[in-house]
DNA sequence: TATGGATCCATA
DNA sequence: TATGGATCCATA
């Protein structure tokens, strides 16, 4: 899997100047390129059915390759406030707070939910930033319809920085290698591990 | 139907000072109070199955009646720059910009998209204002599951007000006058005339 | 019961 | 093709 775009919905300038924060970014990029498919290929490829492959499979890969770089997914985390606000996996910071990262596999109205729930977590300080992962356009042809994609939301992004909620705010588009007719659809239900 | 709650997200004090904004609350309640089942019974009333009853019919006899009293649903519109926003039903104002309505039908993420639609109308000025209309906790218990509700939005209120953006939004919680097991359940596709 | 999601539909 | 919706599912 490869990414398209960092897009800066926010960003005051203060916690983005950390240390963790460089370490975050390079976390989240190491997990979404060690998505395969299929394993062993080296790459993230589809088999070119339009609206043909499932969702959850591929965000069960990243999320549980984010366990492995130290992250906790919504089950894992302990902190009482972090775990109310199921983010999909969040990291502790020096300072005892959080950082968060939604990847979206719901419908595209759930991605305005996705950012609301990040700016609420920075706005009531629990969160440092927040980071939400969607697919390119062109990607989001071979996914269930009506997923979450980059271009879909992109009218919102000007709204969505018009606020002054301190931190970091990343939009990261992402996108499948290419198409190869040969692979299978990836099916809902199938199993994350498979796609790591 | 009855309005139970009118809750301020932002508030200028500028356009909610008009006889236009007079005019605008008053025609929005009068359509919500207008909306019957069964018709004829002075009243709305549900017959109590949970999750039993489909939401389309009674948006539609509400976005007719704000027609009836000269607004325009969102095929009605002419206006380019409105048309294009998808808005549920608006009216012009005396100076030349204009006022929106959501009536919430579908799920609670698409409520986070509605606001967000009705905030990037007032931020690029096309909008004075907007409301989105939404049935309470107790009327979602007998509607299609995960339909947006008053409740399940409220925690997300505080960070919908943290923005300067000008003019004036609200969100209304709505609820049925009753329940009455003698009444069918509202089906999906009903002609939403018959609830006027 | 509460909340995030996953999927497919309708219409311009 | 693009966008808002309508519905039902999964899990804590």
Redesign the interface.
Same mark, same amino acid.
């Given at each position: 899997m490869k990414i398209l775009n960092k897009k800066v919905i926010l960003d005051d300038g203060i916690f983005s100047s950390t240390t963790d924060y460089q370490k975050i970014l390079d976390d989240i990029e190491q997990a979404v390129y060690a998505i395969e498919y299929p394993v062993g290929s080296g790459g993230f490829y589809l088999n070119g059915e339009r609206k043909g492959n499932g969702v959850k499979p591929i965000k069960d890969a990243f999320i549980e390759k984010l366990n492995e770089l130290g992250w906790d997914d919504e089950r894992k985390v302990l902190n009482p406030s972090i775990r109310k606000r199921k983010i999909d996996s969040t990291i502790e910071l020096s300072d005892g707070r959080f950082f968060g990262v939604e990847w979206e596999t719901?419908?595209?109205?759930?991605s +305005?939910?996705a950012i609301?729930r990040l700016?609420?977590g920075m706005?009531e300080q629990d969160l440092a930033g927040g980071i939400l992962i969607l697919p390119s356009r062109e990607m989001y042809n071979y996914l269930t319809d009506r997923v979450g994609n980059f271009k879909e939301l992109e009218?919102?992004f000007?709204?969505?920085s +018009?606020?002054?909620?301190n931190g970091v705010l990343l939009i990261i588009e992402i996108e499948h290698d290419g198409i190869d007719p040969s692979v299978p659809s990836i099916k809902k239900g199938t199993d994350g591990r498979a796609l790591i």
């Open positions: 719901g419908n595209i109205s759930s +305005h939910r609301n700016q609420k706005l009218p919102y000007e709204l969505m +018009h606020t002054n909620i």
